[in-house]
Each structure stands twice: as C-alpha cells, then as structure tokens.
C-alpha cells in the first residue's frame, strides 16, 4: 500500500504562485509515474500534469505550471505560476505502479485546496 501525503495550497492572488508537494511512502517511488490532477466545483476530475522519465501538462496549464520530482526524498512538486482564477479546484496527487503515464493511477492523495482571487 502507497500512501500520498500533499501539502501546499491555499488562496493566493490572480497572477501569483503556489508549491504543492506530495509525498509518498514505500521504497518503489522512482518506478511511478506521478500525476497531479484537479477538479473543480461541479466538474470533474481533469488532468493536470504528469511525470515518469518525461513531464507532460494539459494544454491549460503549460509554461505555467511545472512538474518536478526528488526520487531521494519520494516526492513530487507542483509549481503553478500565473496563476488564474480558473486554476481554483481541489488538487490531488497520484501514482502509477507500472510507470505509464496514461496508465490507470492506483494511489490518490488526500486533497488540497488551491482558491485563485480575481
């Protein structure tokens, strides 16, 4: 069992920059691919941005946001800069066992709050 503990988040202004950070347990982390995903208030659940031996991002959040990870510490980063009141949702990390990307994600972090003002 993987357990993903994130933190980070918070309110932050239209045009300013948040850090999430999701940790992970067990000694496989290097092998995952890791994702973040966000889902705002009635919608679904949306790709946000992922990271095995590549980093790959949706379209609404490229050269804006950055998916990092430090294999040492079992944790993946999400740096969102510009940010805009539409990137306000609830964010989640993941994990992917087999190291695909567009694989299905086993392990789900708790949620975090991310609330952009206008």
């Known amino acids: 069992q993987v357990q993903l503990v994130q933190s980070g988040g918070g309110l932050v202004q239209a045009g300013g920059s948040l850090r999430l950070s999701c940790a992970a347990s067990?000694?496989?982390?290097?092998?995952?691919?890791m994702g973040w995903f966000r889902q705002a208030p009635g919608k679904e659940r949306d790709f946000v941005a992922a990271?095995?031996?590549?980093?790959y991002y949706a379209e609404t959040v490229k050269g804006r946001f950055t998916i990092s990870r430090d294999n040492a510490k079992n944790t993946v980063y999400l740096q969102m800069n510009s940010l805009k009141p539409e990137d306000t949702a609830v964010y989640y990390c993941?994990?992917?066992?087999?190291?695909?990307?567009?694989?299905?994600?086993?392990?789900w972090g708790q949620g975090t709050q991310v609330t952009v003002s206008s």
């Open positions: 993941a994990a992917e066992r087999g190291g695909n990307i567009w694989g299905k994600y086993d392990y």
């Open positions: 067990g000694r496989a982390f290097s092998t995952y691919a």
């Open positions: 990271i095995n031996s590549n980093t």
